[in-house]
T-cell receptor, first 111, second 113 residues
Framework: GENVEQHPSTLSVQEGDSAVIKCTYS??????FPWYKQELGKRPQLIID?????GEKKDQRIAVTLNKTAKHFSLHITETQPEDSAVYFC??????????FGKGTSLLVTP | EAGVTQFPSHSVIEKGQTVTLRCDPI?????LYWYRRVMGKEIKFLLH????????ESGMPNNRFLAERTGGTYSTLKVQPAELEDSGVYFC???????????FGEGSRLTVL
């Protein structure tokens, strides 16, 4: 089955700096790549997603890039704020239904 | 609009006992999913319902796990008998048709002693 590797497992940045989380996937048929954010004690929530026919997508301070040839995709958060502190999960799927998640990145933004 | 709700939020049981987790999806969402996160590991897919039918149950670990969605509304996930390795957070999610956002519940934390 699909294997999704996510790095780093923990990331600490100062407020205002950028944060980058990287994921690689193994199934070349994967065509949908969402990112979920889970704040402590809360439910995972979709923050951005990208489909395989697009190389980059941006939403305010958040952007995702996809390199299909290398089979990796990345989450970029600019001008980080303390409320960005959370666990971030990348995922991929070739079916649209059964998401394959990475192990998560715990991001800490210090004031 | 109410989100996906799960019950109980936390359950502590002894090895060999039975536990039933419940999920109420967002009204009108035909697709319902169960996922599980074992401590420190990735969130793993368990199964997918479309209305009351099991569309994909390839992620179910073994026959101690039974999921149902009678009437195509809420779903239950029963673990019987529970083993130590079943401990983790069980997430339910729902979605409308097609590829897109999954709406997750807050999860049911299961601790098997």
């Amino acid at each position: 089955g699909e294997n999704v590797e996510q790095h780093p497992s923990t990331l600490s940045v100062q407020e205002g700096d950028s944060a980058v989380i990287k994921c690689t996937y193994s199934d070349s048929a994967s065509n949908y790549f969402p990112w979920y954010k889970q704040e402590l004690g809360k439910r995972p929530q979709l923050i951005i997603d990208i489909r395989s026919n697009v190389g980059e997508k941006k939403d305010q301070r958040i952007a995702v890039t996809l390199n299909k040839t290398a089979k990796h995709f990345s989450l970029h958060i600019t001008e980080t704020q303390p409320e960005d502190s959370a666990v971030y999960f990348c995922a991929s799927t070739n079916s649209g239904y059964a998401l394959n998640f990475g192990k998560g990145t715990s991001l800490l933004v210090t004031p | 609009e109410a989100g996906v709700t799960q019950f109980p939020s936390h359950s502590v049981i002894e090895k060999g006992q039975t536990v039933t987790l419940r999920c109420d999806p967002i009204s009108g969402h035909d697709n319902l999913y169960w996922y599980r996160r074992v401590m420190g590991k990735e969130i793993k897919f368990l199964l997918h319902f479309v209305k009351e039918s099991k569309q994909d149950e390839s992620g179910m670990p073994n026959n101690r796990f039974l999921a149902e969605r009678t009437g195509g509304t809420y779903s239950t996930l029963k673990v019987q008998p529970a083993e130590l390795e079943d401990s983790g957070v069980y997430f339910c999610a729902s979605s409308q048709s097609g590829v897109g956002e999954l709406f997750f519940g807050e999860g049911s934390r299961l601790t098997v002693l």
